[in-house]
């Protein structure tokens, strides 16, 4: 009789042949856009070896690149660099230096 260990995945991200996380969403979505876009093609009257490579060729850059993005910035690299985009890289301030000065004295005063 066979024995199943039950949950053992709990806790853990997604993870499939080294695709992790949001690289497996974007492997998978971008595969079914290539197989959407050679279709179109194929029923728009363009010849079948013009499908063909430019299928394969496109599905095999989607796949080398997700597999780089994956093994650059990790699991939740890709969310860490989309924050660190938007955060300001300095902050801007119009205030004249006099009324920093002025302020500073009251609360020194305090």
């Known amino acids: 009789m066979n024995t199943y260990h039950i949950n053992k995945g709990i806790g853990r991200t997604v993870e499939f042949k080294g695709l992790k996380a949001q690289y497996l969403f974007i492997?998978?979505?971008?595969?079914l856009a290539v197989l959407i876009c050679v279709m179109i093609m194929y029923m728009a009257g363009i010849s079948t070896y013009l499908c063909l490579i430019l299928g394969g060729s496109s599905s095999g850059i989607l796949i080398w690149q997700t597999f780089r993005l994956n093994g650059k910035y990790g699991e939740h690299g890709l969310m860490k660099l989309g924050a660190r985009k938007k955060h300001p890289k300095y902050i801007i301030s119009r205030k004249c230096i006099y009324r920093y000065l002025k302020t500073n004295r009251k609360s020194a005063d305090v």
């Open 27 to 31: 492997f998978s979505g971008g595969l």
